[in-house]
Structures are given as structure tokens and as C-alpha cells.
């Protein structure tokens, strides 16, 4: 079995990286401040304490090079039916996981999801929220977020040009909605505080997937990413950020 064990849980880190990409050509291994986009995350969960291995899951040849050049495990390509444009999280860490089960005999407690499109990450964080998870065995997963650009109290539900706007979150904020002065008209500080999920981690039992068939579970625990620390590379727009970002905390 390769990898190594630390303390007694098997938490195994998977990064899923796919070859194809519309935003950008080869968008996983794109050249940032000097290395591959995806080696950020490969470099950062093999820091980690807690992550006993470090696999990425890709159906590229090119991506397996530079995953291994950096340390990564690539024990199997992923079948081209999971790597889709509109394939979900879900069916590639639940092909990963048979193919560990079926052809070592490999099943680790944990599995940590870290999406390479994140490069600006840090090992401590990834070791805070296994942690976490493990203190608290009755959820079923941590999840990063972090706060949304904008206040869903300020969006509405659009549902022709001929018919009234419906404020998105006023039947689930009733009272809200009934005073005077409605929440879309009042600064963000006076509002509740919401968060976002975001591409920084997850991290969950590897009994959640096998036996609910989720990666999420019905019982999620935040971990708070700060709001100057997440980026993420998606469009040639996050380049400029990402880069600075990278600058600023990878001196």
C-alpha cells in the first residue's frame, strides 16, 4: 500500500483535475508564478501532517506528468465518462474510491477534497479542518466558506420582465420582509451574516460517501476561510488576483 500512515486515521487528500477545460485550454497545469497551477495543491496537502497520501484523479497524460513531477500519486486515469463538462464531484471520488478498495485493498477513514483551481492554500489549514472533523465525529463533513461578494438579501427571483421581482429570501425571512424598511434597503452590516462555499477544501468521512452517497452529508460544519486569503483561478479575469495573491503570501 503506498503512502504512509500518520496517527491513527487514513486520511487520503484527492485533487481532481480533468484535461479539458472551455474557460482555459489545460487550465489545471496553466503557468503561474512559475509552476503549474495544480503543483499549489499538490505541494500544500503533502505538507500536511494529517494527509497520509496525496492522489490526483485526471483523465490527461499531461496532467499525470506534472502531478508526479510534484509528488502526487496518479494510481489509475479516470474513465472519460466522469470527466465531463457537467460531471459532478460526486461519481469521481466514488470511482476513486472503488478502484483504491478493488485493486489495494485501500479505504481510508477520511477523504479531503482540494480543488487545484485554488492555488493560494495553506497545510496548516488542511490539518485545522481534518481535526476538526475528527472532534466532532457525530457530523458528517467540513466544508470552507467564506463571505459572499453580495448579501443574498439584496437578490431577487426574476421570473419574466412583465412580472413583479420577488425578493430570493423573503419566505424564509417573513418578519424581515414585513417592516418598513425591507432589507434590500438597508446596509450589509445590519443584515444576517451569510457565507458562501468555496473551493478551498472539504473534507468528510469516507463512510458518508459509501453509505449516504454524498460528499456532504446533512450535517456540515464551517470552516471559515478569511476574506483576504481566498482566490480562485477559473477565467483569465482571476489571473491578475491570483497572481498577486500568490505574491503576496508565497514571498
Not at 479516470?78 to 476513486?96: C, I, N
Not at 463533513?141 to 443574498?152: E, G, K, L, N
Not at 456540515?220 to 483561478?233: A, M
Amino acid at each position: 500500500m503506498a503512502g504512509r500512515p500518520r496517527g491513527d486515521m487514513e486520511v487520503l487528500a484527492l485533487i481532481p483535475a480533468r484535461g479539458g477545460s472551455k474557460s482555459i485550454p489545460y487550465k489545471n497545469i496553466y503557468p503561474i508564478r512559475g509552476k503549474p497551477l495544480i503543483a499549489y495543491t499538490i505541494i500544500e496537502a503533502k505538507r500536511a501532517k494529517l494527509v497520509s497520501r496525496v492522489i490526483v484523479s485526471t483523465d490527461d497524460e499531461k496532467i499525470v506528468k506534472v502531478a508526479r513531477r510534484y509528488g502526487a500519486e496518479v494510481p489509475f486515469l479516470r474513465p472519460k465518462r466522469y470527466a465531463g463538462d457537467l460531471t459532478p464531484d460526486l461519481p469521481v471520488f466514488q470511482h476513486a474510491i472503488r478502484w483504491l478498495w478493488r485493486h489495494e485493498r485501500y479505504r481510508p477513514d477520511i477523504m479531503v477534497h482540494l480543488w487545484p483551481t485554488s492555488p493560494l492554500r495553506f497545510s496548516k489549514h488542511i490539518d485545522e479542518g481534518v481535526r476538526m472533523l475528527v472532534e466532532h465525529p457525530e457530523v458528517n463533513s467540513v466544508r470552507s466558506v467564506s463571505t459572499p461578494p453580495q448579501t443574498p438579501f439584496k437578490m431577487w427571483l426574476v421570473k419574466g420582465r412583465a412580472r413583479p421581482m420577488q425578493p430570493l429570501l423573503k419566505m424564509l425571512y417573513p418578519r424581515l420582509f414585513r417592516r418598513k424598511i425591507k432589507p434590500f434597503a438597508l446596509p450589509r452590516q445590519a443584515l444576517p451574516r451569510v457565507f458562501v462555499q468555496n473551493g478551498y477544501f472539504q473534507m468528510f468521512w469516507t463512510k458518508t460517501l459509501l453509505e449516504k452517497g454524498s460528499m456532504f452529508g446533512d450535517r456540515v460544519l464551517p470552516f471559515v476561510v478569511p476574506d483576504d486569503l481566498y482566490t480562485e483561478f477559473d477565467s483569465m479575469k482571476d489571473l491578475k488576483h491570483a497572481e498577486w495573491q500568490l505574491a503576496r503570501y508565497r514571498k
